[in-house]
């Protein structure tokens, strides 16, 4: 049996199917996390002193507090990350990673507030910063306000056209509203963007299905299964594939369907 588009989507990204569902598990797109400057090593790896300011006639190395930060950052510990994003900040306000990251924490922190103020101190310093139009509309999807996000990650989008955020959280919206065609749009341009992305990939091979280009679906599966990451999780790549046999079958019943109506005389 075909799963209809509907049943290949209950579970959200990231998340386990059940035993009964067969399902691949990250079909649907959900709003991605908040942006994150990381030009740095974002590990354990703290990098020499490279800029420093004057406190109280101290030196004050602050791409240390900046690089412990986002490790705290990346490792969860949200709390530590406030902590030295902060001391940055006191040092030099103008910071524009340390605030961007903030504004981060503060979002995965339910701090919407907190998030919009520190987002705003970046666009007094770069008004065409678009990770910081980018984390605004993630507050709004945050708090449901649909339409107000959509307005944030468009004006990320004419801020810079390849702000990948911006347009899978775009496909997520259109998506939720069964704008279909955009949503197919939203996916291509992400994908011209990476061609690698394993969950883009996924969510269009689904829509495929949905409008029965199963040919097109199938190549969207294969690619993503050739991928690293696909392999590294192995039910997931059983998954997959037994979509793929499926689909194999299905194009071929298609085209046999095809082949065999006559044309009126």
Same mark, same amino acid.
């Given at each position: ?44 790896? =703290?990098?020499?002193?490279?800029? !420093? ?12 507090? $900046? ?9 969860? *510990? #949200? ?21 961007? &990251? +903030?504004?981060?924490? $503060? =979002? ?6 907190? @998030? ?8 007094? =310093? ?15 999807? %945050? ?34 509203? &069964? &704008? ?6 939203? $996916? ?12 883009? +990939?996924?969510? $269009?091979?689904?829509?495929?299905? /949905?409008?029965? %280009?199963? @040919?097109?679906? #199938? ?9 690293? !990451?696909?392999?590294? *999780?192995?039910? +997931?790549?059983?998954? =997959? /594939?037994?979509?793929?046999? +499926?689909?194999?079958?299905? *194009? ?5 369907? !095809? ?7």
């Amino acid at each position: 049996k075909l799963l209809s588009s509907s049943e290949a989507e209950k579970p959200e990204a990231g998340e386990k199917a059940s035993n009964e569902d067969s399902s691949i598990p990250v079909q649907n797109v959900p709003p991605v996390q908040p942006q994150v400057q990381s030009k740095v090593q974002p590990m354990v790896q =703290i990098v020499p002193i490279v800029k !420093t300011v004057k406190s109280n006639g101290v030196d004050v190395d602050v791409d240390h507090y $900046y690089q412990v930060g986002l490790v705290a950052q990346k490792e969860g *510990d #949200l709390g530590g990350a406030i902590k030295f994003y902060r001391k940055v900040l006191k040092e030099d306000p103008s910071h524009i990673e340390a605030l961007t &990251n +903030l504004s981060a924490v $503060y =979002i995965r922190q339910g701090m919407f507030s907190d @998030a919009e103020n520190t987002i705003r101190g970046v666009l007094k =310093i770069d008004p065409e910063n678009s990770r910081a139009f980018v984390n605004l509309g993630i507050i709004n999807l %945050r708090l449901k306000q649909y339409e107000k996000a959509q307005s944030r990650f468009m004006q990320a989008l004419r801020v810079n056209p390849s702000e990948k955020t911006a347009l899978v959280n775009l496909a997520f919206l259109a998506k939720q509203e &069964n &704008n279909l065609p955009l949503t197919e749009e939203y $996916y291509r341009k992400i994908l011209s963007l990476s061609p690698d992305d394993g969950r883009i +990939l996924l969510s $269009y091979a689904s829509l495929l299905e /949905k409008s029965s %280009r199963y @040919a097109k679906a #199938l190549a969207c599966y294969q690619k993503a299964l050739d991928l690293d !990451t696909t392999r590294s *999780d192995a039910r +997931l790549s059983r998954q =997959i /594939k037994e979509r793929v046999r +499926l689909l194999m079958y299905y *194009d071929r019943k298609s085209k046999e369907t !095809t082949k065999d109506i006559k044309p009126k005389p």
